[in-house]
Protein backbone atom coordinates (compact mmCIF):
# COMPACT_ATOMS: atom_id res chain seq x y z
CA UNK A 1 0.00 0.00 0.00
CA UNK A 2 1.70 3.16 -0.96
CA UNK A 3 1.38 5.35 2.02
CA UNK A 4 2.83 9.25 2.31
CA UNK A 5 4.15 10.34 5.74
CA UNK A 6 4.62 14.00 6.29
CA UNK A 7 6.68 15.77 9.35
CA UNK A 8 8.51 18.88 9.95
CA UNK A 9 4.92 21.06 10.67
CA UNK A 10 5.18 23.38 13.49
CA UNK A 11 4.88 26.94 14.98
CA UNK A 12 7.89 29.62 13.65
CA UNK A 13 7.56 33.14 13.56
CA UNK A 14 7.44 35.42 10.04
CA UNK A 15 10.74 35.58 8.56
CA UNK A 16 11.07 32.28 9.80
CA UNK A 17 12.17 28.52 8.21
CA UNK A 18 10.58 24.80 8.08
CA UNK A 19 11.50 22.00 6.41
CA UNK A 20 9.01 19.36 5.58
CA UNK A 21 9.55 15.81 4.92
CA UNK A 22 7.45 13.55 2.83
CA UNK A 23 8.81 9.87 3.50
CA UNK A 24 7.54 7.50 1.04
CA UNK A 25 6.31 3.78 1.07
CA UNK A 26 4.76 1.70 -1.77
CA UNK A 27 6.03 4.01 -4.39
CA UNK A 28 9.16 5.36 -5.53
CA UNK A 29 9.80 8.78 -5.75
CA UNK A 30 12.78 9.07 -8.42
CA UNK A 31 10.81 7.64 -11.17
CA UNK A 32 7.34 9.65 -10.00
CA UNK A 33 6.49 13.65 -10.45
CA UNK A 34 6.45 14.74 -6.31
CA UNK A 35 4.43 17.52 -5.64
CA UNK A 36 3.30 19.52 -2.40
CA UNK A 37 -0.05 21.11 -1.78
CA UNK A 38 -1.58 23.40 1.11
CA UNK A 39 -4.89 24.36 1.98
CA UNK A 40 -6.07 27.17 4.22
CA UNK A 41 -9.91 27.66 5.66
CA UNK A 42 -11.73 29.31 3.15
CA UNK A 43 -9.36 28.77 0.15
CA UNK A 44 -9.21 25.71 -1.97
CA UNK A 45 -6.22 23.25 -2.20
CA UNK A 46 -3.50 24.80 -4.14
CA UNK A 47 0.19 23.57 -5.54
CA UNK A 48 2.87 24.93 -3.76
CA UNK A 49 5.94 22.52 -5.54
CA UNK A 50 6.60 20.07 -8.08
CA UNK A 51 9.13 17.77 -8.86
CA UNK A 52 9.58 15.66 -12.28
CA UNK A 53 10.99 12.71 -12.51
CA UNK A 54 14.06 14.49 -14.03
CA UNK A 55 13.96 16.56 -11.46
CA UNK A 56 12.80 19.73 -12.87
CA UNK A 57 10.54 21.97 -10.21
CA UNK A 58 7.77 24.32 -10.34
CA UNK A 59 6.54 26.72 -7.91
CA UNK A 60 3.10 28.72 -7.27
CA UNK A 61 4.04 32.23 -7.67
CA UNK A 62 3.63 33.12 -4.04
CA UNK A 63 6.44 31.24 -3.15
CA UNK A 64 9.05 31.68 -5.51
CA UNK A 65 12.32 32.31 -4.31
CA UNK A 66 11.22 31.42 -0.95
CA UNK A 67 10.78 27.42 -1.02
CA UNK A 68 12.32 24.90 -2.16
CA UNK A 69 11.20 21.22 -3.56
CA UNK A 70 13.91 18.53 -3.42
CA UNK A 71 14.34 14.49 -2.85
CA UNK A 72 16.42 12.23 -1.46
CA UNK A 73 16.31 9.14 -3.63
CA UNK A 74 18.22 6.80 -1.38
CA UNK A 75 15.87 7.93 2.12
CA UNK A 76 12.83 8.35 -1.20
CA UNK A 77 12.03 11.10 0.83
CA UNK A 78 10.93 14.49 -0.87
CA UNK A 79 11.35 17.57 1.26
CA UNK A 80 9.71 21.28 1.24
CA UNK A 81 12.49 24.09 2.46
CA UNK A 82 10.32 26.99 3.51
CA UNK A 83 12.05 30.16 4.14
CA UNK A 84 10.99 33.97 4.58
CA UNK A 85 7.83 32.74 5.87
CA UNK A 86 5.01 34.81 6.11
CA UNK A 87 2.04 34.55 7.66
CA UNK A 88 -0.20 33.79 4.56
CA UNK A 89 1.98 30.82 4.23
CA UNK A 90 -0.29 29.39 7.07
CA UNK A 91 -1.62 26.33 6.19
CA UNK A 92 -1.89 22.11 6.22
CA UNK A 93 0.51 21.27 3.81
CA UNK A 94 -0.18 17.77 1.69
CA UNK A 95 2.52 15.57 0.58
CA UNK A 96 1.62 13.81 -3.40
CA UNK A 97 2.22 11.53 -6.04
CA UNK A 98 1.23 12.92 -9.37
CA UNK A 99 0.63 11.87 -12.56
CA UNK A 100 0.16 12.95 -15.84
CA UNK A 101 -3.78 11.72 -17.08
CA UNK A 102 -5.18 13.33 -20.39
CA UNK A 103 -4.71 16.94 -20.22
CA UNK A 104 -3.77 17.44 -16.22
CA UNK A 105 -1.94 16.53 -13.50
CA UNK A 106 -3.79 14.35 -11.12
CA UNK A 107 -2.94 12.62 -7.42
CA UNK A 108 -3.88 9.31 -6.26
CA UNK A 109 -2.17 9.78 -2.91
CA UNK A 110 -1.66 11.87 -0.58
CA UNK A 111 0.33 12.30 2.80
CA UNK A 112 -2.10 13.38 6.19
CA UNK A 113 -0.98 17.03 6.22
CA UNK A 114 2.01 18.98 7.79
CA UNK A 115 -0.33 22.27 9.80
CA UNK A 116 2.52 24.76 9.49
CA UNK A 117 1.49 27.79 11.75
CA UNK A 118 3.33 31.35 10.93
CA UNK A 119 2.92 34.21 14.10
CA UNK A 120 3.66 38.23 13.07
Known amino acids: QVQLVESGGGLVQAGGSLRLSCAAS????????MGWYRQTPGKQRELVARISSSGFTNYADSVKGRFTISRNNAKNTVYLQMNSLKPEDKAVYYC??????????????WGQGARVTVSS
Open 26 to 33: GITVSINA
Open 96 to 109: TALKWVGATWESDY
